[in-house]
């Protein structure tokens, strides 16, 4: 049986994506004690530690990368850890492990420069451009990782995933939602590829949707279910999250 490691695995994210692992092992780690995860193995460590990301990735077949400080406008300081040194750590330690595959976890701060009112589509070819110092970070993240798949070491899959929650909460989140269904299919389709590196944007078939995920269904063969216009009737207005709707919305210039 497939062994995958799950790192951030008591996070958001992780507990909506746990149902499409139900058929593989499981090797589950936080930097804190880890719940929710039944039948799974269980370790609890700072993957800013090489010692203890080496002992984490060995003997296992994939990994899905999830742990990360996730705050949009947090500083480089506290950034620095959680979502560069890991990711060196996790994915130079995969390399010497000999791990198949990395489906990494990156965002749509990644791109979130691109953002306009009434502007294109966001075109996952285009550069990064991140809009925040947290998309900085994801924008790290995925370079690091092509020099690691180019390099011999496992493939990397940057998922560029959007807000993943239930429901969406305001107008803004329908321009990037990512139900936990169209979640599920997408990290299923990204440990099933033969693509040994590429960027995708996680998010679900919304109508009023601003990035592009048609390379994910092309390479991947994700076709998201769920559209967040379903849910816009009554919504608040708001953000959704996005910087640079949110700088917009303060009547500054994007």
Same mark, same amino acid.
Request: hydrophobic share 40%; glycine share 12%; aromatic share 6%.
């Given at each position: 049986?497939?062994?995958?490691?799950?790192?951030?695995?008591?996070?958001?994210?992780? /507990?909506?994506?746990?149902?499409?692992?139900?058929?593989?092992?499981?090797?589950?780690?936080?930097?804190?004690?880890?719940?929710?995860?039944?039948? %799974? /193995?269980?370790?609890?460590?700072? !993957?800013?530690?090489?010692?203890?990301? +080496?002992?984490?990735?060995?003997?296992?077949?994939?990994?899905?990368?999830?742990?990360?400080?996730?705050?949009?406008?947090?500083? =480089?300081?506290?950034?620095?850890?959680?979502?560069?040194? @890991?990711?060196?750590?996790?994915?130079? @330690?995969?390399?010497? +492990?000999?791990?198949?595959?990395?489906?990494?976890?990156?965002?749509?701060? %990644?791109?979130?420069?691109?953002?306009?009112?009434?502007?294109?589509?966001?075109?996952?070819?285009?550069?990064?451009?991140?809009?925040?110092?947290?998309?900085?970070?994801?924008?790290?993240?995925?370079?690091?990782?092509?020099?690691?798949?180019?390099?011999?070491?496992?493939?990397?899959?940057?998922?560029?995933?959007?807000?993943?929650?239930?429901?969406?909460?305001?107008?803004?989140?329908? !321009?990037? =939602?990512?139900?936990?269904?169209?979640?599920?299919?997408?990290?299923? %389709?990204?440990? @099933?590829?033969?693509?040994?590196?590429?960027?995708?944007?996680?998010?679900?078939?919304?109508?009023?949707?601003?990035?592009?995920?048609?390379? @994910?269904?092309?390479?991947?063969?994700?076709?998201?279910?769920?559209?967040?216009?379903?849910?816009?009737?009554?919504?608040?207005?708001?953000?959704?999250?996005?910087?640079?709707?949110?700088?917009?919305?303060?009547?500054?210039?994007?």
């Amino acid at each position: 049986m497939t062994t995958v490691l799950v790192t951030g695995a008591t996070g958001k994210v992780a /507990q909506l994506l746990r149902p499409a692992l139900d058929d593989l092992s499981v090797r589950a780690v936080d930097i804190k004690h880890v719940t929710g995860w039944d039948g %799974a /193995q269980t370790a609890v460590g700072d !993957l800013a530690d090489p010692a203890f990301t +080496a002992a984490a990735v060995e003997g296992v077949d994939d990994v899905v990368h999830l742990a990360a400080d996730p705050r949009p406008a947090a500083p =480089w300081r506290d950034l620095r850890g959680p979502n560069a040194d @890991a990711v060196v750590n996790l994915l130079e @330690a995969s390399a010497e +492990a000999g791990v198949r595959r990395v489906v990494l976890a990156s965002s749509v701060h %990644a791109m979130g420069g691109y953002v306009r009112h009434g502007g294109p589509m966001v075109d996952p070819s285009w550069p990064a451009r991140p809009c925040c110092p947290y998309g900085a970070s994801k924008a790290f993240a995925e370079a690091y990782g092509a020099t690691i798949a180019d390099g011999g070491g496992p493939a990397v899959i940057c998922l560029r995933l959007g807000g993943c929650q239930p429901e969406p909460t305001d107008l803004g989140t329908t !321009l990037g =939602w990512l139900a936990p269904g169209d979640l599920q299919q997408l990290v299923s %389709a990204a440990l @099933a590829t033969d693509v040994r590196y590429g960027t995708y944007f996680g998010v679900s078939a919304n109508t009023r949707g601003i990035f592009d995920y048609t390379n @994910a269904t092309d390479e991947l063969g994700y076709r998201p279910r769920f559209d967040a216009e379903a849910y816009a009737p009554g919504l608040p207005e708001g953000d959704g999250g996005l910087c640079r709707l949110a700088a917009a919305s303060a009547g500054r210039s994007v």
